[in-house]
């Protein structure tokens, strides 16, 4: 089993729409989690630290759930610039999941 | 924030050539680096874990005396792809962490490396 998996998409969805992504990790022990955004040709850039009460900023929500061992990320109403690949990083080892590429189309 | 720099963003060289790419952390010390490689529509995927003043920790299946990573100081790392080949090129990345956390990656933009 990968030490994290997530599903690779693509999820074409459009303006305004709800999305999430999940990605699971294999080490219980694993104490930080991350989600990135990552744009074609680009290098990653962290949107937002999981934390295991939740968190929330602005239309992006993060949550933990460390008996699933799994991290979400929910998007409300979409933008077309939130078009990206979405990573999550379990930062005991530096392994990025594969990416969920999201597409937002008008 | 923290800003890691990479150089250069992009290179072109001949196959069996050397190409070296360097990563500084620019405003804080960097124990750590990770070298990652990204070929087109693939994931990231971690190749090494450069350490300051020791050997650098390769993943399975990245060789060692291909992808020659020193970690001389507390902001610099570079990686040498030796005897590049057409199969090596892709995109290179670095990321670092401040050494006093444990949080959050920092990414350098990345080298884009063709070999023809």
């Known amino acids: 089993r990968k030490e994290v998996e997530q599903d690779p998409g693509p999820f074409n969805v459009p303006e305004g729409a709800t999305v999430a992504f999940n990605c699971t990790y294999s080490n219980s022990a694993s104490q930080s989690f991350f989600w990135y955004r990552q744009d074609c040709r680009k290098e990653p850039k962290l949107l937002m630290s999981v934390y295991s009460s939740g968190n929330e900023d602005g239309r992006f929500t993060a949550q933990l759930n460390r008996a699933s061992q799994y991290i979400s990320l929910l998007i409300r109403d979409s933008k077309l610039s939130d078009s990206a690949t979405y990573l999550c990083v379990v930062n005991n080892d530096m392994r990025f999941g594969a990416g969920t590429r999201l597409t937002v189309k008008p | 924030g923290a800003v890691v720099s990479q150089h250069p963003s992009w290179v072109i060289c001949k196959s069996g050539t050397s190409v070296k790419i360097e990563c500084r952390s620019l405003?804080?010390?960097?124990?750590?680096m990770f070298w990652y490689r990204q070929f087109p529509k693939q994931s990231l995927m971690l190749m090494a874990t450069?350490?300051?003043?020791?050997?650098?920790?390769?993943e399975q299946g990245v060789e060692k005396d291909k992808f020659l990573i020193n970690h001389a100081s507390l902001t610099l790392s570079t990686l040498t792809v030796t005897s590049a080949h057409p199969e090596d090129s892709s995109f290179y990345i670095c990321s670092a962490r401040d050494s006093w956390s444990t949080g959050e990656l920092f990414f350098g933009e990345g080298s884009r490396l063709t070999v023809l």
């Open positions: 450069s350490n300051e003043g020791s050997k650098a920790t390769y």
């Open positions: 405003d804080f010390q960097a124990t750590t």
